[in-house]
């Protein structure tokens, strides 16, 4: 075992807090290419981080949807747009609607949020699902995060 003792932490905090005052490029260099190279992983923490500071970025998209309300409304419109556009005349919406509730549950008893989750992404960028019964899945919010729109099971 090594013989040097540890650092004092608040020590090697300052040190690192300096190092990266003086190597903002290379960090940032550096940081671009592990996201290029981890692209799931990226994901993965980033959804991970979300459901951690959870209330902080509520309070933080509440107070941007005050600042811009015109935003908020164009993002709700164009999600709703999307779901109809996406919605099949012989679609079941009973069975759609025992789904969503069926998520509402689960986070519910659970304690655990969960997603209503789109197997086939309604946007996805090689191919777009249906917003049917026969489509959609309820996963925990983490892992419908970290999919995006770009996993679906058997996927080319």
């Known amino acids: ?17 300096k190092w990266l005052e003086r190597n903002k490029q290379k960090q940032k ?3 671009a290419a592990w996201v290029k190279d981890n ?43 999307a779901v109809k556009m996406a919605t ?25 949020k969960w997603h209503v989750d789109h197997i086939i992404p309604m946007c996805g960028k090689l191919v777009c699902g249906f917003h049917c019964e026969t489509n959609l899945d309820v996963v925990p919010a983490v892992v419908n995060m970290a999919k995006g729109h770009s996993i679906w099971p058997d996927m080319p």
């Open 88 to 112: 099949p005349v012989w679609a079941n919406t009973f069975f759609i609607s025992e789904i969503y509730d069926l998520a509402r549950l689960r986070t519910k008893l659970t304690g655990v």
């Open 29 to 31: 260099e550096s940081h």
């Open 39 to 81: 692209p799931a992983k990226r994901k993965m923490w980033a959804a991970l981080w979300y459901t951690e500071n959870r209330e902080s970025v509520l309070e933080h998209q509440a107070e941007y949807g005050r600042i811009n309300p015109h935003v908020a409304r164009e993002r709700s419109m164009r999600r709703t747009k």
């Open 1 to 17: 075992m090594n013989d040097k003792k540890r650092p004092n932490t608040a020590a090697a905090k300052e040190s690192r807090r």
